[in-house]
């Protein structure tokens, strides 16, 4: 079982452009909840997602999107970057209670 | 608004000794705390959940508390060693349904463990 994949690892964006971040869960696993992690923070719940809808959404404007695919992998999607956006961004999969996270995509934007 | 802490950003102790590490939450009542270990450049990864009608719950070297009434949870690794070093996130699991909601994290506490 290869766990929760994220890609790319590293990302290096321009402010104002716009990025799309990718997330294949562990076999089995149908709910993808992706989190933005700050240097020096907790991770921040940015949405989940289960059979392919939004199902919460936390904190983040609408330049913050997604999408769940039929074989439940998922896609993040940031328009109109911002600097502030700089953050590592966790995919985590789950069928029951706890989540089991990916590497984490690092995206840095200047 | 819901806010959890975790009293240390950093934590040394000696090797052999126990650690603990502390979660207070206010302005929730997660049905759910979740423990997480994080090392550098990684994804958190799940060590243990306890339920809000349980007070303890243990595995191997690793015990948590929970008192919903001090709205704190107790972290607690025994005969430490250098390998658990790593950031320890406490995260209040907010149930949806009965699956898991979305995790509300602390800051995390790096714990550093001495030979």
């Known amino acids: 079982d290869a766990g929760v994949t994220q890609s790319p690892t590293h990302l290096i964006k321009t402010r104002g452009q716009q990025v799309t971040l990718r997330c294949s869960p562990k076999s089995g696993h149908d709910t993808v909840s992706w989190y933005q992690q700050a240097l020096g923070q907790g991770p921040q719940f940015i949405f989940q997602?289960?059979?392919?809808?939004?199902?919460q959404r936390g904190n983040f404007p609408d330049r913050f999107s997604g999408h769940q695919f039929p074989n439940y992998s998922s896609e993040l999607n940031v328009n109109a970057l911002l600097l502030g956006d700089s953050a590592l961004y966790l995919c985590?999969?789950?069928?029951?209670?706890?989540?089991?996270f990916g590497q984490g995509t690092r995206l840095t934007v200047v | 608004s819901q806010k959890i802490e975790q009293n240390s950003e950093a934590l040394n102790i000696q090797e052999g000794k126990t650690a603990t590490l502390t979660c207070n939450y206010t302005n929730y009542s997660p049905a759910y705390l979740q423990w997480y270990r994080q090392d550098p450049g990684r994804g958190p990864v799940f060590l243990l959940l306890i339920r809000e009608n349980e007070k303890e719950k243990r595995k191997e070297r690793l015990k948590v508390t929970f008192d919903t009434t001090l709205k704190q949870s107790l972290f607690h690794i025994t005969a430490s060693q250098p390998a658990d070093s790593a950031t320890y996130l406490c995260a209040l699991d907010k149930d949806y349904g009965g699956s898991q909601g979305n995790l509300i994290f602390g800051k995390g506490t790096k714990l550093s463990v001495k030979p």
């Open positions: 997602y289960y059979e392919e809808e939004e199902r």
């Open positions: 985590a999969s789950s069928f029951s209670r706890e989540a089991f």
